[in-house]
């Protein structure tokens, strides 16, 4: 099985992306799962998804099967 690697921030990259817009893609999902069963998670990082999934149970934050939440700028006028 293939080993990934995270960049350094990742984590707090994607937390900080999923605050912002209240969405948390289908990127954001593997990211973070890839971190947790990386195993090399600080109790910060831990404390951080903990909230992002306690913000999903409650409503806060929609879950998407985007990849990005960014919009195509074929959109943009």
């Not at 593997?30 to 903990?50: C, D, P, V």
């Amino acid at each position: 099985m293939h080993q990934v690697n995270l960049l350094p921030g990742a984590v707090s990259e994607i937390v900080v992306a999923v605050a912002d817009t209240g969405v948390l893609t289908l990127a954001d999902r593997y990211g973070l799962m890839a971190a947790i069963l990386g195993g090399l998670l600080n109790e910060e990082e831990e404390q951080a998804i903990n909230r992002v999934l306690r913000g999903v149970v409650k409503g806060r934050i929609k879950v998407v099967d985007e990849i990005s939440n960014e919009v195509p700028l074929a959109h943009i006028k």
